[in-house]
């Protein structure tokens, strides 16, 4: 009973911790910039109280979508990271390193490419739509790695990094051709969507990513007890009279689903999908029901510190955030390697 306590208290520890740390990076992220707030220009603008118009402008129009969109996006890379490395066994998975991302930036790239001079490519409908095409070409990619993984019916996660390579290298060959046929207006877009950034936030791109994120996350959480009990071999589970492959598939869409609308309007942003989870099981330990909703909360302020680390390090330049994790994840994607390999 006593240890009981002890554990529901560390939880909850973590959880407070972690919230704390969003809460802190949402309001750095709202006072600096080019324009300095102080914390009462933040909170009175925010309760309406401040009465000027430029600090409306300043955080509604341009630092607050920004925030909000990075948070959305990192906790759907976190859970959906958490949910791949549990239905392949694999602590190396990752939607970015299995080609997902790659799959979802080809088909939005080609989206914006034919229809570059019917559709503007800031406009509403276009980014409305450019979640759909994401969400396809994740859905492609999942597709043919999870088939080109196979050996005799059943999936072997020791294929998954290799195939997911070779898959992004090839999504990614025919991005990079695309992308140089489109005008200079659109390749400097894209080049900057395909680097991972928020730099071109708006509530527009939340609009068209929540309802995938509020349909699709409580969906993952409200199946931690499955993404536990597939741990266990299919045969295992067959016996206990689970449909195995339905189960699987469904999260595997649902995580892709998230991961795919997110990128579609962010770009790609990678390695959040691979650290959370890590992070998260330390924390909490194995079982999903504490770890899956601590990976969102942790890939949600992954995302936001690296973002804030992106606009003032290196100002009056700014890095995109997915250069920022990108910097971060190689080293500790290295780390995991080596240290899988040694056991």
């Keep these: 009973?006593?240890?009981?306590?002890?554990?529901?208290?560390?939880?909850?520890?973590?959880?407070?911790?972690?919230?704390?740390?969003?809460?802190?990076?949402?309001?750095?992220?709202?006072?600096?910039?080019?324009?300095?707030?102080?914390?009462?220009?933040?909170?009175?603008?925010?309760?309406?109280?401040?009465?000027?118009?430029?600090?409306?402008?300043?955080?509604?129009?341009?630092?607050?979508?920004?925030?909000?969109?990075?948070?959305l996006l990192g906790a759907a890379l976190g859970m959906s990271g958490a949910v791949v490395q549990s239905l392949t066994r694999n602590p190396l998975a990752d939607p970015g390193i299995l080609g997902i991302h790659a799959g979802a930036g080809m088909f939005v790239i080609l989206f914006m490419f034919?229809?570059?001079?019917?559709?503007?490519?800031?406009?509403?409908?276009?980014?409305?739509?450019?979640?759909?095409?994401?969400?396809?070409?994740?859905?492609?990619?999942?597709?043919?790695?999870?088939?080109?993984?196979?050996?005799?019916?059943?999936?072997?996660?020791?294929?998954?990094?290799?195939?997911?390579?070779?898959?992004?290298?090839?999504?990614?060959?025919?991005?990079?051709y695309v992308s140089l046929k489109m005008n200079p207006h659109d390749f400097e877009r894209a080049a900057m969507w395909l680097a991972g950034s928020l730099n071109s936030a708006n509530w527009i791109f939340i609009v068209s990513i929540l309802p995938w994120m509020v349909v699709l996350l409580p969906y993952l959480f409200c199946k931690t007890r499955v993404l536990d009990l597939l741990r266990l071999g299919d045969d295992n589970l067959i016996g206990l009279g689970m449909s195995v492959q339905r189960e699987r598939n469904l999260l595997l869409f649902a995580s892709v689903g998230v991961v795919t609308a997110g990128v579609a309007v962010a770009g790609s942003i990678g390695f959040v999908g691979l650290i959370a989870p890590h992070m998260a099981m330390r924390l909490t330990g194995l079982a999903h029901r504490r770890s899956l909703p601590i990976s969102g909360l942790l890939g949600a302020a992954l995302v936001l510190i690296s973002d804030y680390v992106g606009r003032t390090v290196f100002s009056p330049s700014e890095l995109p955030v997915g250069v920022v994790l990108s910097i971060v994840g190689v080293p500790y994607f290295v780390w995991l390697m080596w240290s899988r390999s040694r056991r």
Excluded: W
């Design 114 to 176: 034919v229809f570059q001079d019917l559709i503007p490519s800031t406009g509403r409908l276009a980014v409305m739509l450019m979640p759909l095409f994401g969400v396809a070409g994740g859905v492609l990619a999942a597709l043919t790695i999870f088939m080109l993984a196979r050996n005799k019916g059943h999936l072997e996660p020791q294929k998954l990094i290799l195939v997911g390579i070779a898959v992004t290298t090839g999504f990614s060959a025919v991005t990079l």
């Design 1 to 71: 009973m006593r240890n009981a306590k002890k554990t529901t208290a560390g939880y909850a520890a973590v959880i407070g911790c972690t919230l704390a740390a969003i809460a802190g990076m949402v309001l750095l992220g709202l006072m600096t910039g080019e324009m300095k707030l102080s914390i009462g220009d933040v909170l009175g603008t925010l309760l309406g109280n401040q009465g000027q118009s430029d600090y409306d402008i300043v955080i509604f129009q341009f630092r607050l979508p920004r925030i909000v969109l990075g948070a």
